[in-house]
């Protein structure tokens, strides 16, 4: 390996980019409302979306900016929680990492910048829209620079496996999705949410650290891939009657399922997510066990649909997995608050 620069420590970054009282105040006001929907003590449903990577500040600040508008006229009924996804998985490692990696998608990678252009990201999105992002844990190590400004995280399929990610999960204080592993185990999630709700000691960024747990760790269910590489949705009810029974018999504190529409769900044929928000919606009202587990969707959604290839420069289309466009995901967003 070759040590390229020294990046900047935690303190070091939240100095140069410190977040507001009246910022913290809003953030921590959305991190207890998400928190209180988890406990059933609040009947209002999540919506975790927004584009698959958070790859341009202008765009997606725009797409946060029309999400506000939409959110004061369905306050009652949902929270919306912007996607901020500032790192990228890859299957096969190669690819665009994320804008930690590259802050400008069509320039060399620089995580020093990244870091900084990570945490201005969600500070803009907070400071001038009122909307604490979420953002995936790709790298544990991340979280200490912005665990003041945002108000949910998510374990990603590849990760939920991980020790790492799990000790760090149960340090984290905002309410933390653990995605099922691409071949479908349940058990796995399951097992990931353990480790997450119990406290841990273990290493992190060179301390030796002491974790609570986090009660709030909880299931999204993304679709699995079988040996043959198909995808094989896990929304449908059969599905979800199937994990609840598994998830009940846990005993873990404030079970509850959020349900990626995207990814294995939709065959990753993004268009699909709004037939399968309906199909959910209706298995909600039909079944009283599923309303009461199932809290939120995690849509992927940017200003224009589809993908495109970097160096295209379409304004508010995704470099990564394929979204759906705003209209399309305006009019979804008023159909799911009409049938919470």
């Known amino acids: 390996m070759k040590f390229i620069k020294r990046l900047p420590s935690k303190e070091e970054v939240l100095a140069e980019q410190p977040l507001s009282l009246i910022s913290k105040k809003k953030r921590d006001t959305r991190v207890r409302e998400i928190k209180d929907v ?20 202008a765009s997606v600040c725009e797409y946060v900016e029309r999400l506000a508008l939409v959110q004061e006229k369905v306050k009652d009924k949902l929270i919306l ?8 998985p890859r299957t096969t ?25 990570i945490r201005q990201i969600h500070l803009r999105v907070l400071m001038d829209y009122g909307l604490p992002g979420a953002d995936e844990m790709l790298y544990p190590d991340n979280y200490s620079y912005l665990a003041d400004v945002f108000a949910y995280n998510a374990v990603g399929a590849r990760s939920v496996e991980n020790q790492q990610h799990r000790l760090t999960s149960s340090g984290v204080d905002v309410p933390i ?19 997450a709700q119990q406290g841990h000691r273990f290493i992190y960024r060179g301390y030796e650290v002491e974790s609570d747990g986090n009660p709030h760790a909880h299931a999204i269910l993304r679709g699995a891939v079988d040996s043959h590489g198909r995808n094989l949705p896990n929304y449908h009810y059969e599905d979800l009657i199937h994990f609840i029974h598994m998830y009940e018999k846990s005993g873990f504190q404030n079970p509850a399922i959020v349900i990626d529409t ?37 849509i992927e959604s940017y200003l224009v649909g589809g993908t495109q290839k970097i160096g295209e420069n379409v304004y508010g289309k995704s470099i990564t997995d394929p979204c759906l466009g705003w209209e399309e995901s305006e009019e979804l967003m008023y159909y799911i608050a009409d049938n919470v």
């Open 93 to 117: 490692g190669a690819g665009y990492k994320g804008m930690a990696h590259q802050p400008d998608p069509n320039k060399e990678p620089d995580i020093r910048q990244g870091i900084r252009a």
């Open 81 to 88: 929680i912007p996607r901020i996804y500032t790192n990228k």
């Open 38 to 57: 988890l406990e059933g003590k609040d009947d209002r449903f999540l919506l975790i979306i927004g584009p698959c990577s958070a790859d341009s500040e």
């Open 262 to 298: 995207n990814h294995a769900n939709s065959m990753k044929k993004h268009d699909e997510q709004p037939r399968i928000a309906k199909e959910i919606m209706f298995t909600r009202k039909y079944d009283p066990n599923i309303r009461k587990m199932v809290k939120g969707l995690m």
């Open 177 to 195: 999705g653990m995605k099922n592993p691409t071949s479908g185990d349940f058990s796995v999630m399951l097992n990931a949410i353990n480790a």
